[in-house]
């Protein structure tokens, strides 16, 4: 039986994706996660712990562990584990992403150095502290700008400063992210550092794709129908296939793929953020915003379902097509399906607790939607962005057209119903 090691934080609703994807496939699934040693398998699924804060240590034990057991592909879930992941192939002579390539796609910095030394568009962009003075650091930059943490992801610490006191405000802010709990956990030195760059005006989109050996296997183009023009940047709908013109998709996909070449990745699957303006007739100017050596994250890789190029068959996940590919497969062999789809992120709409959803069933019966899932939980605290990392859940639909999809997302969200109480704070006493 092969057998795939999955690095992830811990176990979750994309690892089980892959557990179920796996065992369609006769794959053993291994785990490496972030977790306490100490601990005796607290999530019951004998996976190996590793801290992603510790490459060295995390790279030794899966090492120790190949050794008993080998390990015939690799992949990673999320942003923190990628480079240890290309240290893993490296290691066991598989083919991957070099770990520069890997932790250049991590840093916002290196990644736009790197495409601006390529010849890309890239906007203008000023590395700082958060700890800077952010009054004379606004006599530098032309206004609106976006303030953006170099190593968080899903916009989260994202925000739009339109002037100096924008830009202070936001500081502020990022210097009160900064002491969460979960990024102080992470103990990087890049987690002080911010890029402050000129705002891109613009269409948004975001790619799925999968490098084989150095050549760009695009699975599928995101149109993002809401604006994303701030103060802060939360995602909602992702609909595919894209509305825009061949010509716009080609170089798209062109921007993309010499972007994830200027980043020196190789094999595995990607996932991108871009900008696309018009450049005067049917040109366009395409801003490459992010290159992720990793799939697509959450929940919504539900919105991707591929089919065989050479012959009829059940539709497979895009974690099927990832372990396959991962095991050797090349993944040219397989397109996404004829339909449109699509996933919305139901945005939370205030902080507080949560105390109910209603309208779900409502939501699902509406005329396209495949599923709603609520992922919050009753009596949890939800944060919104910038300073929350998640949403309140996803809705997932299928259509002959991609308007379709995005018009079943949206009516399915209007059935949705929140019960979100303030929080109460806790005074703690000073007396014993």
Not at 168 to 190: H, K, M, N, T
Not at 369 to 392: C, F, H, M
Request: glycine content about 8%.
């Amino acid at each position: 039986m092969p057998r795939v090691l999955l690095l992830a934080t811990t176990t979750g609703y994309q690892t089980r994706a892959f557990a179920d994807a796996a065992e369609r496939l006769g794959v053993d699934l291994v785990y490496a996660t972030d977790r306490c040693n100490v601990l005796e398998d607290p999530w019951s699924d004998q996976a190996i712990a590793i801290r992603f804060f510790d490459e060295h240590g995390a790279i030794a034990s899966i090492a120790e562990q190949s050794h008993k057991t080998p390990i015939d592909g690799v992949l990673a879930v999320g942003d923190r584990p990628t480079v240890i992941a290309s240290r893993v192939l490296e290691a066991l002579g598989l083919p991957g992403n070099p770990p520069a390539a890997a932790a250049a796609a991590r840093n916002k910095l290196t990644t736009r150095e790197r495409l601006r030394e390529a010849g890309l568009p890239v906007p203008t962009f000023l590395p700082a502290s958060v700890g800077d003075d952010a009054r004379e650091l606004a006599q530098s930059v032309t206004f609106p700008v976006v303030v953006k943490p170099l190593t968080l992801s899903g916009s989260r610490g994202v925000m739009r400063a339109d002037d100096p006191s924008e830009l202070v405000a936001a500081f502020y802010r990022l210097r009160g992210l900064f002491q969460a709990p979960d990024i102080r956990a992470e103990r990087s030195d890049a987690d002080a550092r911010v890029l402050v760059e000129g705002f891109i005006e613009g269409r948004e989109f975001a790619i799925e794709g999968v490098l084989d050996h150095g050549t760009l296997q695009l699975l599928a183009i995101f149109d993002k129908p809401d604006p994303l023009n701030g103060p802060f940047f939360e995602e909602t709908i992702y609909v595919t296939p894209s509305s825009v013109s061949p010509e716009e998709q080609a170089a798209i996909a062109g921007n993309v793929a010499r972007a994830a070449q200027a980043l020196g990745l190789r094999h595995g699957p990607i996932h991108a953020e871009c900008r696309v303006q018009s450049a005067g007739g049917d040109r366009v100017r395409v801003f490459v915003l992010e290159v992720a050596a990793r799939p697509i994250g959450g929940l919504c890789a539900r919105a991707l379902r591929f089919q065989s190029r050479e012959e009829p068959g059940p539709l497979i996940s895009l974690e099927e097509l990832l372990l396959r590919h991962a095991l050797g497969e090349s993944a040219g062999q397989w397109q996404r399906e004829a339909a449109a789809s699509g996933v919305m992120m139901i945005p939370i709409p205030r902080r507080g607790v949560l105390r109910r959803v209603a309208g779900i069933d409502e939501a699902r019966q509406v005329r396209g939607v495949d599923d709603v899932r609520i992922t919050a939980k009753s009596d949890q605290v939800l944060v919104p962005l910038p300073e929350g990392a998640s949403y309140l859940g996803f809705i997932f639909a299928h259509a002959p057209e991609p308007g379709e999809v995005v018009r079943a997302l949206r009516v399915a969200h209007q059935h949705l119903e929140f019960a979100i109480d303030p929080e109460v704070p806790v005074l703690q006493s000073h007396y014993v």
